[in-house]
């Protein structure tokens, strides 16, 4: 007496068969859990079992599996909810905005200010040891007039906009500067020590001892001409990113990221910030819509 086991191939239940006399050749078995007819085949080193569903299973099989007519199909909602909008143009207005402050920067450095009035303007010639009171002051390549009034401190007049100014001590070497002068009152100053304020109406050239010519490093307006508009095209583009992962529900951290930079684009300096700032709480409010992935 032998007792074999084996899988049934329809419902891969467990069964087993004890074989009395013979121990090999082909014997007929019901399944346990399904009653399918097996047919079992003990060889010397394997067992075979082939399977038939009775005709019932397969017609109950095959009626459990139809589809009423009156099931309704499935209709894949892409409709976000309306804050998501909202949050997506609040990002793409405050994106927008900062555009048009780059176009603006760019235009207010290179307008022609030539209608302006003319505005004081203070240079002030040092080394690294005193003041200088004997300099010659040349302004777009041409001498001009000033007034010294002490401390190394000349008055010249000019009107708005870019210039290159060049100043000549004696035993020193030339210095020059590119600098802007933006429109202001004529009388801008620092009330408490009544001078100039630096890099907007007042200049220090640092002279150095000896011959040639040096250049002075750009003014604070220069800088802001050189990187500022750059950077708040870049900061937008960013944020028109940001609009559209937020507008999608792509990505959480990505819209985040957009609507940061938008702030940092600074559109309309004020509206934009505003904007992106608001943009950020309603972000984190509803982060739960965004993708799965995203929602801890």
Known sequence: MVKIEFECPTCNKKNSLILMGDESGEFNKKCTACEADLEVNNKTNKIEVKTQLPKNVVKNTVKDNRIP????????????????KIIAIM????SLMGFITGWGLLNFFEADYGEYSNIKIEIV???????????IIILDKKEIDHTYTGNGTYKIFSKPGKHSVKVISPAHKNATMDLFIPPQDDNLSLVDIQQGIDGVNRFIFEMEEGKGTIDLEDPLYLKMETW???????FSLIGLWGAWAAYTLQSYNNAQIGAFFSVLAMGFFIIGPILGIIALFYLKKY??????????
């Open 287 to 296: 982060k739960f819509l965004f993708t799965a992935s995203f929602k801890n």
């Open 91 to 94: 990002i793409l207005f405050s």
């Open 69 to 84: 007519s009156d099931y309704k199909k499935y209709k894949n909602d892409k409709s976000q909810p309306k804050i998501v």
């Open 125 to 135: 010639v040092k080394n690294t040891t005193t003041d200088l009171d004997n300099a």
């Open 228 to 234: 500022c508009p750059n950077l708040i095209f870049i």
